[in-house]
């Protein structure tokens, strides 16, 4: 039989109805639902709080192995500081978020503001989320402004096509609008109840103005969940864009 673009969806669509984040993270019977491996990749130390801290928490508190990989420590990230001196800072706050969240951290040792795709890195990172054996992987938006987000995500994505598509590849959205741009979600998990539990992790890196991060006119990211939440019909949500589900 011939291939149609209707047959080929509904085959696609087939191979993803096993599995969705957004069934299983919003699922109200979470606890009992089969545990999974989760990883999150982010540029650098608040990336992942800010930009799925609330899903994170979520997963974690079910019970799931949850691991955040920040690609760089923030090295350039606190005006006045040596890199030195802001990676300890950060590497710190970052530790003390993943504890609120309860996630373990790992530091894939890039530098802040020189994030790099090259063959060696992408051996690296991929070895790296190997080792995790995850089931479901987030990371940026491929298309943002900040250099080490695009590389962050862009390492994630080879991983994911060398691994055989075999994990669930999450994209999240950071400071929409001014950094991440043209984001259409495909998924929402309602945040309501770890809401503040993200806040508190976010708050964890003091150098990086949190009350900034979430208020105007820099990222917005109360106003981002308030409305997804409202797109989602929750009070508050994060929301994704899939790449890919296909499970062994």
């Not at 699922?27 to 130390?45: D, R």
């Not at 192995?65 to 990230?77: D, F, K, M, N, R």
């Not at 994630?156 to 999450?170: A, C, E, P, V």
């Not at 949190?210 to 208020?215: E, Q, R, T, V």
Request: hydrophobic share 40%; net charge neutral.
């Amino acid at each position: 039989m011939p291939i149609t673009r209707r047959l080929f969806t509904k085959d696609i669509i087939a191979s993803a109805a096993a599995f969705s984040l957004p069934s299983f993270a919003n699922n109200p019977s979470l606890q009992n639902s089969p545990k999974m491996k989760i990883v999150c990749v982010g540029g650098h130390p608040d990336d992942p709080e800010t930009g799925c801290g609330g899903t994170l928490a979520k997963l974690a508190a079910a019970g799931n192995e949850v691991t955040i990989v920040y690609l760089t420590s923030g090295e350039a990230g606190i005006p006045g500081k040596s890199h030195d001196e802001a990676a300890s800072i950060r590497t710190k706050e970052a530790i003390a978020a993943c504890k609120v969240l309860k996630a373990k951290p790992l530091f894939a040792g890039q530098v802040d503001g020189n994030g790099m795709v090259d063959n060696e890195w992408v051996d690296r990172m991929h070895s790296l989320i190997s080792l995790e054996k995850p089931d479901i992987v987030f990371t940026h938006w491929p298309i943002d402004s900040h250099k080490d987000h695009q590389c962050a995500s862009l390492l994630t994505i080879q991983s994911w096509l060398r691994s055989g598509k075999n994990f669930g590849l999450y994209f999240f959205e950071v400071c929409t609008g001014s950094q991440t741009m043209g984001f259409k979600p495909t998924d929402y998990v309602d945040i309501s109840s770890t809401r503040e539990q993200k806040r508190k992790a976010v708050f964890c890196h003091a150098s990086q103005n949190p009350p900034g991060i979430y208020a105007a006119p820099d990222c917005n990211h109360a106003m981002m969940e308030s409305f997804r939440g409202i797109e989602m019909g929750t009070d508050a949500a994060e929301a994704f864009v899939r790449m890919g589900l296909e499970f062994k």
